[in-house]
C-alpha cells in the first residue's frame, strides 16, 4: 500500500530542502577551488550567511519528515533521513568550525623571526599582488579583530600563541629546507643557498599561502603568510610549526 500523496509529497519536499543545506557547503568548497566563485561570496556569503539558516530550517522539516514517515508505516523513511541527516551534518561541520577558530587568534601571519623580517621575492610577490592581505615588516592585527588581539602587533601574538614558531639553530642547507618544505604539501618556486620559498594551496578551498625560509650559516627562519582571510585558523602557526620539527630533526 502506497504512502498518502500529500505525506508523500511533504516529505519529499522537506528532503529536497534538507539536501540544499547539506549539499550549499560542498558546492561552495567546490565553486571556489575550481575558480568558478568568489571566494568571498563562496564563503562569506553562501556558508556563513545562508547555510545556517537553511540548515536549521531544513531539521525542522526533516524531524517533522521522520514523525510523518514513522506514522506512515515508514514507507517514507528513506525520504525523511534525506530531509534529516544532510543539514544536521552541514550545521555540525560549521559548529566544529567556528569552535576551532574561536580557539586561535585571527591572524594569517607567523614568523620565526620578527626582529629581521623575512621578505618575499619579486616573483611571490607579484603572485600576491591583488590579495588583500599586505606582507608587511610589522603587522598589526586589525581593529575588527576584537578583544584580546586588535591593534597587538603580530610579532606579540605569534610569541603567546605558537611556540612552535622558533629559530631552527642548525648548519642546514636550501636541499633540506626543500625537503621539509615539499613534505609540508609547500610548492617550491624559487632557491638559493640562502633562501628557499614556496606556495601552499589548501586542498578544499585553494586557499594560498605563501612560506618562505632564510638560510643563515648556523640558523633557519620561517614565515607563512596567507594571501586572503583575516584570520588562517591556526593553518600558518601549524605549517611553521612542521618545518621547524623537520628540520630540527
Same mark, same amino acid.
Given at each position: 500500500m502506497s504512502a498518502h500523496p500529500k505525506s508523500a509529497a511533504f516529505v519529499r519536499i522537506a528532503a529536497l530542502v534538507g539536501a540544499a543545506g547539506g549539499l550549499l557547503p560542498l558546492a561552495a568548497v567546490l565553486g571556489s577551488r575550481f575558480g568558478l566563485l568568489d571566494w568571498k561570496f563562496a564563503l562569506g556569503t553562501l556558508v556563513v550567511k545562508i547555510t545556517p539558516p537553511l540548515a536549521m530550517v531544513g531539521i525542522a522539516l526533516g524531524v517533522i519528515a521522520l514523525i510523518v514517515a514513522f506514522r506512515d508505516r515508514r514507507r517514507l523513511l528513506v525520504w525523511a533521513l534525506v530531509a534529516l541527516l544532510p543539514p544536521l551534518f552541514s550545521l555540525g561541520l560549521l559548529?566544529? &568550525?567556528k569552535a576551532e577558530a574561536d580557539k586561535v587568534p585571527p591572524i594569517h601571519d607567523v614568523a620565526t623571526d620578527w626582529e629581521r623580517p623575512l621578505s618575499f621575492s619579486r616573483d611571490i610577490m607579484d603572485a600576491?599582488?591583488?590579495s588583500p592581505n599586505a606582507?608587511?615588516?610589522d603587522p598589526t592585527a586589525p581593529e575588527k579583530a576584537g578583544p584580546p588581539w586588535a591593534g597587538r602587533r603580530i610579532a606579540e601574538i605569534n610569541r603567546e600563541t605558537c611556540p612552535g614558531a622558533h629559530p631552527v639553530m642548525k648548519h642546514l642547507n636550501a636541499d633540506q629546507v626543500a625537503a621539509a618544505f615539499?613534505?609540508?604539501g609547500i610548492e617550491v618556486q624559487g632557491r638559493a643557498?640562502?633562501?628557499v620559498?614556496?606556495?601552499?594551496t589548501s586542498f578544499w578551498?585553494? &586557499?594560498k599561502d605563501d612560506v618562505v625560509a632564510r638560510i643563515d650559516p648556523e640558523r633557519v627562519d620561517i614565515r607563512s603568510v596567507s594571501r586572503v582571510g583575516q584570520s588562517d585558523i591556526g593553518a600558518?602557526?601549524?605549517r611553521v610549526t612542521r618545518i621547524v620539527k623537520a628540520l630540527e630533526q
Open positions: 559548529a566544529r &568550525f600576491r599582488a591583488g606582507v608587511e615588516a615539499e613534505a609540508a643557498p640562502w633562501r620559498e614556496g606556495t601552499y578551498w585553494g &586557499f600558518n602557526c601549524a
